[in-house]
């Protein structure tokens, strides 16, 4: 990761966002893992006083054990992160400073995060232990955000980028670029979608009339009008909670943008990215289930015959 080439100081000018913080402070730990890049946070444990090697004090920037996820093959799922360089040290001259913390995952020990950031501590008498300040994010590698699975990136084909586009808009609370991106991959794949829930119903072995029904879906040229038609043809397999998923997502992308404010439609878009992985995930499971039970009837089936012979 480049060294920042702004200060603090332009970069929140240039965004027209002053030098205001997050409502309430929090810790260390809820910044580095839940804050997306680009804002100012307080901090109620930014920094400590520690003693250094030859005997004196320096003041360190706060590094607690994380849980992020790692990506490894040997942890694939949240694994807890400890710092192994700390970059950040407050010097007498000032109470501002800016580096890296560079944490490893402690299950594989291959996997690195790290964080760019710019800390400023508030200039009252320290305590031994924590000590406030605010701290801003420039950026951190891999990129904020939960992990797309990569079941839902295949639903997607030639719209993978753009939805990669809209979780980096959606990651650094860009409401209304995020909502447009999933708008406009959900619209333009809606074929695609409507194909795997086609071959989910045949696998759940749906009545021919839902199956047409769906195929039918195919041939209108408005999003909206092919998910009314099809309301009520989703199997109880693929219903999240009771709702047909389909009528969910048209729920949280039809509205105009000029009618929602950024955080309206950042929520909007969190929701239709919670509803798609879910809906991947019933797709997935459905497949998969045959699969096995497939594999398991040939097993039996040798098994019966091999008993016969």
Known sequence: MAEPTQTLAELLSAQGAGSGLTEQPITMREFLERQPPSRMVGITDLWRRVRSTGGGWNDRLTAPELQLHCDNDNCKGLRYFRCTDNGLTFYSSSDEAEG??????????????????????????????????ECYKYGELPAFGPVTPPRLLRLFENERDNFLKGRRCEGQGLGIGAFAYYRRVVENQKNRILDEVIKACKVLKVPP????????????????????????????????????????????????????????????????????????ERLDQTMKDEVELNAAVKRLRKVNQDSRS
Not at 104 to 133: I, V, Y
Not at 250 to 265: F, M, P, R, V
Request: charged share 25%; net charge negative; proline share 4%.
């Open 100 to 133: 890296h913390l560079i944490y490893l995952c402690w299950n594989c020990q291959g996997t690195h995060k790290r964080f760019s950031l710019h800390a400023k501590r508030r200039t009252t008498e320290p305590s031994a232990d924590l000590n406030p300040g």
């Open 209 to 280: 009339e839902t199956i047409k029904l769906l195929e039918d879906a195919k041939k209108q040229t408005q999003f909206s009008n092919a998910i009314n038609s099809i309301k009520d043809a989703i199997p109880q397999g693929l219903l999240i909670d009771g709702d047909n998923p389909l009528l969910l997502l048209h729920a949280a992308l039809s509205g105009g943008l000029h009618a929602k404010t950024d955080e309206e439609c950042l929520g909007f878009a969190h929701d239709a990215r919670i509803v798609l992985v879910e809906l991947a």
